[in-house]
């Protein structure tokens, strides 16, 4: 399947692309050394796993491949907001050359590091977690989201934006809402990481990532929902709310 592509080599990864995408499979190349070596040392791992990283050079053989090579089920053609999919040591992106006619999204240098961290940080959960059949999609998306650090700048994702929007019109989710609806998940699962990590430390956030196999993180930092509901919606108010 990947035949017809070219290959950019690196130390323990793969980027295949094809040849008039060479210049992005580099950039992919350096994205993925600078994200990789933040995230190993953040997980205190050696180093990442296998990682066979696949520009598609078009929505349709985007879709091929999520389906072909991945064996991840997608609608065909996918929406256009689809532009990554991890699954293990694999990631297919859409190139940054197809943006434009293939996706709702232009190429933004910083916004496309942050997302190939982003989908590292997928791929490594999945390798370290004993059981990622049973995470929480918030404890997914909201892991990827912060330490990806899509989630400190305005950007086309609007991680950011939205959180401010929400909170400083007095639209705070309920802790039960954030935990069960898939876009709260992706917009103020960030918000949840930071949180916690913030009250229990950098390894503690590391240990659950690690340990936990029944999707109950929650319990594994010692937090019950009805006071971190308070001390969580307090902090956005008070914190993340008045952030520029
Ligand atoms: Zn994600």
Redesign the pocket.
């Known amino acids: 399947m990947l035949r017809s592509y070219l290959c950019e080599e690196r130390n323990g990864f793969r980027v295949y692309c094809a040849e008039h995408d060479l210049a992005f499979a580099r950039t992919t190349a350096r994205a993925i050394e600078t994200a990789g070596a933040s995230l190993t040392a953040y997980f205190e791992v050696t180093s990442l796993p296998r990682i066979r990283a696949v520009l598609a050079p078009d929505r349709d053989r985007f879709d091929a491949l999520v389906a072909d090579l991945l064996r991840v089920q997608i609608e065909r053609p996918s929406d256009p907001r689809r532009i990554a999919q991890p699954q293990r040591g694999d990631i297919v992106l859409l190139s940054p050359s197809a943006y434009a006619e293939h996706s709702s999204y232009e190429y933004v240098p910083d916004d496309y590091r942050r997302m190939i961290s982003?989908?590292l940080v997928?791929v490594l959960q999945e390798q370290l977690s004993p059981n990622i059949e049973e995470s929480p999609l918030w404890w997914?998306?909201g892991l990827?989201?912060y330490l990806s650090e899509q989630w400190r700048t305005a950007s086309q994702f609007c991680f950011r934006e939205q959180v401010l929007r929400d909170v400083r019109s007095k639209r705070i989710p309920a802790l039960a809402a954030a935990f069960s609806d898939p876009s709260l998940a992706?917009s103020f699962g960030w918000t949840l990481v930071r949180f916690l990590e913030q009250e229990h430390g950098r390894e503690a956030i590391v240990a659950a990532v690690k340990n936990v196999s029944d999707g109950n993180v929650l319990a594994a930092l010692g937090e019950n929902p009805a006071s971190l509901e308070e001390s969580w919606q307090a902090w956005l108010r008070n914190t993340v709310g008045r952030e520029a």
Request: net charge negative; charged share 40%.
């Open positions: 982003h989908e997928h997914d998306e990827a989201v992706y």
